[in-house]
């Protein structure tokens, strides 16, 4: 079992900045971390993902305005959140695939006041 802690959220202004972090509990197989978000009263949607190679992906939301990055050595995935906008307030969830399981952290909320 692997437990991942988030960190980072709270509330910002509208053009400001946050980083995230996604702290895995120990070392394990890393295929691959996602982060999603969900707002209230919506599903929960895919913002980003990193892959063990080094591999980016972005939901078009977010693209330009998000980095997703990751510091091995201390089992940790960040998500850079710069030019924030209203309309990503929502709690923001770490996903890490590791062989066939996935694990997900409990979630830290982001709120972005216009």
């Known amino acids: 079992q692997v437990q991942l802690v988030e960190s980072g959220g709270g509330l910002a202004q509208a053009g400001g900045s946050l980083r995230l972090s996604c702290a895995a509990s120990?070392?394990?197989?890393?295929?691959?971390m996602r982060w999603y978000r969900q707002a209230p009263g919506k599903q929960r949607e895919f913002v980003a993902i990193i892959t063990n190679s080094g591999t980016t992906n972005y939901a078009d939301s977010v693209k330009g305005r998000f980095t997703i990055s990751s510091d091995g050595a201390n089992n940790t995935v960040y998500l850079q959140m710069s030019s924030l906008k209203p309309e990503d307030t929502a709690v923001y969830y770490c996903?890490?695939?590791?062989?066939?399981?996935?694990?997900w952290g409990q979630g830290t909320q982001v709120t972005v006041s216009s």
């Open positions: 996903n890490l695939i590791s062989g066939p399981y996935n694990f």
């Open positions: 120990r070392r394990s197989i890393f295929n691959a």
